[in-house]
């Protein structure tokens, strides 16, 4: 199985910059996905790491290490639309097991003016 | 083009009824998954179906709970003498190929409350 584990809830104000930490603890580790959340709305694909380093896409960037089981999201210049739950979702190596991903409970993001 | 379809976006029904919750995929998409969600949890996965391979039914939390997929994309899962505590949001998602790179897009989900 696998545990993953991420703050419940992150405050920052406009402007500045987030790090969301995810931990994780696998029998068996193929990659790392973001997804941001909106209440009641859809998850959304942010991210995917599945080597080691830092993979940047405009505000938003995702770091991965492998060997130390631990990804971030970095969430730069924030605007208060960045109001969301952000999911981390690991996907484990077995080839039969590749459809089971599985999602840490989330973070709460909440930008304030 | 069009996202990934849910139907109904509620339903409320009695404790001991069964109810069908339906997900029309993104077109072309060959893998299809059911997660649910309760509030404050993370999103529990519960099938995915992968081409005309067999699903993975191993989230399914009890015999009470199936899910189909015809012809390769329409997917129901139903839910038999439904409880209180299926009460939840039930998310459908798709994937454009197999394995762990393909992002899941999911649809708005439907919100079912068991009274």
């Known amino acids: 199985g696998q545990n993953i584990d991420q703050p419940t809830e992150m405050t920052a104000t406009e402007g500045a910059i987030v790090q969301i930490n995810c931990t994780y603890q696998?029998?068996?580790?193929?990659?790392l996905f973001w997804y941001q959340q909106h209440a009641g709305e859809a998850p959304t694909f942010l991210s995917y790491n599945v080597l080691d380093g830092l993979e940047e896409k405009g505000r938003f960037s995702s770091f991965l290490s492998r060997s130390k089981g631990y990804s971030y999201l970095l969430l730069k210049e924030l605007q208060m639309k960045d109001s969301a739950s952000y999911l981390c979702a690991v996907t484990p190596r077995k080839a039969d097991s590749w459809g089971k991903f599985q999602f840490g409970a989330g973070t709460q993001v909440v930008v304030t003016p | 083009g069009a996202g990934v379809s849910q139907s109904p976006s509620n339903k409320v029904t009695e404790k001991g009824k069964d109810v069908e919750l339906r997900c029309d995929p993104i077109s072309g998409h060959t893998a299809l998954y059911w997660y649910r969600q309760s509030l404050g949890q993370g999103l529990e996965f519960l099938i995915y179906?992968?081409?005309?391979?067999?699903?993975?039914k191993s989230g399914l939390p009890s015999d009470r709970f199936s899910a189909e997929r015809t012809g390769g994309s329409v997917s129901t899962l139903t839910i038999q003498r439904t409880q209180q505590e299926d009460s939840a949001v039930y998310l459908c998602?798709?994937?454009?190929?197999?394995?762990?790179?393909?992002?899941?897009?999911f649809g708005n989900g439907t919100r079912l409350t068991v009274t």
């Open positions: 179906f992968q081409g005309n391979s067999a699903p993975d």
């Open positions: 696998t029998s068996g580790f193929n990659g």
């Open positions: 998602a798709s994937s454009s190929g197999w394995g762990a790179d393909s992002p899941l897009h």
